[in-house]
């Protein structure tokens, strides 16, 4: 059945609906990163026009040229996601470096096949370093990693993934249910959990606090989405939809408060610390107002 487009800015609108979540940038995986999987198809004219042996020379530099500019693309992201967080470590894997080295490959066996060995050099290297000023290079060291236990960074990794998982399952269930509406409505709730997931990344001494929410509720947030989109999709039931957006609204709630609970006491402890270490100066003698 169709449905009336709405949004935040649309004539009787929620001014609440989620046009985007906090902090939200504009993706820089656009249309730079876009070109360079269509470009490459070009070799494909070259390569049915050529012999035999310069056809192979063609496709296997277009494979080279899609595979850089896939590495690429998932570079970018990986730097974005680097960017937006306080604490992060580096890529495990260079792309965007990769996808410089496999361009420069890719355009010098093109040059190879069309030209001869001198063009092929050029075109190497004009394509691998025209790339890196273009796309930059990845990170190469870990941010906010100072003083943080690497042991506990993994566990806030593995939790912060495992979270993501039970969203992401959530948007695609609630697909199903078909209602535009309650999707917003899911979407404002995932903004909430991710508060609470950017704020146990950025302190992972919370994580034991928030196992609970990131863990048990999600999940059950979960499976609550899953049998509601199956049961409204089927018979369209006004009540299951007051009952599950009634739940969403007690777990955002939850999900707040605890987040404001865990910034607080984080706020405690620094107090804590700056008294301690006054202490300390005042029994040493040095005075500090």
């Known amino acids: 059945m169709a449905q009336r487009f709405g949004g935040k800015h649309s004539p009787g609108g929620d001014p609440a609906a989620p046009g985007t979540y906090r902090g939200a940038a504009r993706s820089r995986a656009g249309a ?94 004009l394509g691998a370093v025209l790339h890196g000023m273009s796309f930059g290079l990845d990170p190469m060291s870990d941010k906010g990693m100072e003083g943080i236990d690497q042991f506990q960074t993994d566990r806030v990794a593995r939790a912060v993934e495992e979270a993501e998982k039970h969203l992401a399952a959530m948007t695609d269930a609630v697909k199903r249910a078909g209602d535009r509406g309650v999707a917003d409505r899911v979407a404002r709730f995932q903004t909430t959990v991710r508060d609470m997931l950017r704020t146990v990344e950025n302190d992972p001494r919370d994580l034991t606090a928030a196992r ?57 402890d620094l107090t804590i610390e700056i008294d301690v270490l006054r202490d300390r100066l005042q029994r040493e003698g040095v005075r500090t107002e």
């Open 32 to 125: 730079r990163v876009n070109l360079l999987f269509f470009l490459p198809l070009l070799l494909i004219w070259r390569a049915f026009t050529a012999d035999p042996v310069q056809m192979a020379q063609y496709l296997v530099a277009l494979g080279l040229l899609i595979l850089a500019a896939w590495l690429t693309r998932e570079g970018v992201l990986a730097q974005e996601a680097y960017d937006n967080r306080k604490v992060a470590r580096r890529p495990a894997v260079p792309r965007k470096l990769l996808g410089s080295v496999l361009t420069g490959a890719g355009l010098g066996l093109a040059g190879f096949a069309g030209f001869g060995v001198p063009e092929a050099g050029i075109f190497a290297v």
């Open 212 to 268: 609970k929410y990131m863990g048990v509720y999600l999940m059950g947030a979960r499976d609550a989405t899953v049998k509601f989109s199956d049961i409204y999709a089927r018979s369209q039931s006004a009540q299951a939809k007051t009952d599950y957006l009634s739940l969403l609204t007690d777990l955002e709630q939850q999900f707040d408060a605890k987040t404001k609970k865990m910034l607080l006491d984080d706020h405690s």
